[in-house]
């Protein structure tokens, strides 16, 4: 089994309490039980800091100092406290540096050949828009690491094509004789690869373990919370704040993915799955439309923002994208059958933040 480093991408896919992820648990879970690392690269580190407190914390800190200013404009309420965010933000902060560095192992920035760098940037400008420059830190500090840990073999999980796709990146496997790198998607795709092979499951097999009234039902539980998914408008409302549903329709339910682990101690297999749900939802229109119009004409768009402020006319809410949809069940391979699949969880933004790369 090998060190195993997570890219932000697949860290901002899991929700912001990615330790809570089934994956992330359970990817843990192999690591730690089989003597394993868990890795953790610095630049990975400072640019998912970067985006929880500008990204996360600041946006909703700032839309809480704007309804304390709603407050002051008021007439006829009282003064207020002064909302304090110096300390609640420098907590949230602590607490997410903890749950990033917890059980793994640090890998810092290191100092970079400047002629590769040079080769990169030039490559890079003729062929993307996009400046990279990130990625081949990222590339270039595994490719040291891997050199450091021969005997062993070094995992990437990214979401980005460019670390098996660009010329650059290829030319210097072959330069270092770089053998023991292996690039995933995704946790699921790691796992998969590294779990049990088991034939008779199949996307079929599993559409059919799964009651669709289920997740109608996990829906209309947690309808409320999606408007704060398409604006941050909604953020700070409570449930009566937040519009009714007017219109739910599910318009697609397909296998996102799917893999086999096995508990080495009961010798139990279970079968974690993903849907993705395509899903319309329409709700009330806001009652307060001169608010939300005022809101949406300050709007900034952040470099990692999912809040795509879909409303129509009327100001109704409109969240039409697809949603990821987590179960797991038990798997009998003597008798070759997978039980029932029971619901675990669902992520509304997983797939809009998947589109914002």
């Given amino acids: 089994m090998p060190i195993v480093y997570l890219d932000s991408n697949i860290y901002r896919q899991m929700g912001l309490h990615f330790v809570k992820n089934v994956d992330y648990q359970n990817l843990s879970k192999i690591l730690e039980s089989s003597g394993n690392e868990f890795g953790l690269l610095e630049i990975v580190y400072s640019e998912l800091m970067d985006y929880y407190k500008n990204d996360i914390f600041d946006s909703i800190l700032s839309d809480h100092e704007k309804l304390y200013k709603r407050y002051l404009a008021n007439p006829y309420l009282d003064n207020i406290v002064i909302p304090e965010t110096t300390a609640p933000m420098q907590k949230a902060v602590a607490l997410v540096s903890s749950d990033l560095h917890d059980n793994k192992f640090f890998s810092p920035l290191i100092p970079v050949d400047q002629q590769l760098l040079l080769d990169f940037l030039l ?77 008779f499951i199949t996307p079929e097999v599993i559409l059919a373990k799964i009651e669709s009234a289920i997740i109608e039902k996990e829906l209309l539980n947690g309808i409320k919370d999606f408007p704060s998914y398409v604006s941050q408008f909604y953020y700070e409302k409570s449930d009566d704040e937040v519009p009714d549903i007017e219109k739910l329709e599910i318009k697609s339910i397909a296998v996102n993915d799917f893999y086999v682990i096995k508990d080495y101690k009961t010798e139990e297999l279970k079968l974690n799955v993903t849907l993705k749900v395509g899903l319309n939802a329409i709700f009330k229109p806001e009652a307060n439309k001169e608010e939300l119009d005022k809101y949406l004409s300050t709007l900034t768009q952040g470099p990692y923002s999912f809040h795509l402020n879909t409303f ?22 003597k008798s070759g059958k997978v039980e029932q699949l029971a619901f675990i969880d669902f992520i509304p933004d997983y797939f809009i933040i998947e589109e914002t790369e």
């Fill in 123 to 199: 490559h890079n400008k003729r062929l993307a828009k996009k400046d990279n420059t990130r990625d081949f830190l990222i590339f270039y500090t595994l490719c040291e690491l891997c050199k450091k840990h021969s005997e062993d073999y070094l995992v990437l999980i990214s979401e980005d094509d460019i670390f098996k796709s660009n010329k650059v990146f290829k030319k210097i496997l072959i330069r270092e004789k770089i053998y023991n790198l292996k690039i995933y998607k995704s946790i699921s795709g790691f796992l998969k690869d590294f779990g049990p092979k088991i034939e």
């Fill in 312 to 333: 129509d006319k009327e100001g109704r809410p409109i969240f039409d994208n697809n949603v990821l949809f987590i179960f797991e069940g038990k798997v009998d391979e």
